[in-house]
């Protein structure tokens, strides 16, 4: 692979760092060479959360530029309608878990929160497409990132990395006693069960 950019967000709390780990270890796996870098910015009073991870022997340096994502992994829809605004590249896929964290401006009623079909648009006037995952009956939200990387496993748009190199990842990542639902949230995402 010459080059492939994935650009991850989400607020704090929500697992943008573990995405991370187990997505590099995947890649790594897959045979890709990869760099990558993370910015926690206010993390811990819900702030945003990015990671970037560029694949393949033409990355330079491991941030992707503004634009040039050709993958955006949302943990949250405003921050999903951000990338694809900010990062995607044209033809960009955006894989996001449809849930909500309303920043403060929006509680306060000083501005509105985006609809899913805003984030649609917004990809499709870069020629894109969006995956939207949202699973009932997972028991803690921070599993969230886990069906991102199942939905991700099922669509192969990062070569080479499939599902049971993802899943290896994962086993190699969590500990034993999170592994177990962890899984069965990736096996339910992984088989495109869009469960609304």
Request: a negative charge; aromatic letters at 4%.
């Amino acid at each position: 692979m010459s080059s492939f950019n994935i650009y991850m967000c989400g607020v704090g709390g929500q697992g943008i760092g573990m995405l991370a780990e187990v997505l590099s270890r995947a890649c790594l796996d897959a045979g890709h060479k990869i760099m990558g870098c993370d910015t926690h910015g206010l993390a811990q009073r819900g702030g945003i959360v990015v990671s970037h991870l560029r694949i393949g022997v033409e990355a330079r340096t491991p941030r992707v530029p503004d634009g040039n994502a050709n993958l955006v992994i949302a943990l949250e829809r405003l921050e999903a309608l951000r990338a694809a605004d900010a990062m995607l590249a044209n033809s960009g896929t955006v894989i996001y878990y449809d849930t909500i964290y309303q920043p403060i401006h929006v509680r306060m009623g000083k501005t509105s929160y985006p609809e899913a079909d805003a984030l649609e648009e917004k990809v499709k006037t870069r020629g894109g497409k969006v995956e939207r995952v949202q699973l009932d009956g997972i028991e803690d939200p921070r599993m969230q990132n886990v069906a991102l990387l199942g939905r991700l496993a099922a669509t192969g748009v990062v070569e080479g990395v499939s599902a049971q190199i993802i899943e290896q990842a994962l086993r190699d990542a969590l500990p034993a006693k999170a592994l177990g639902a962890n899984l069965a949230v990736f096996e339910q995402a992984a088989e495109k069960i869009d469960q609304q």
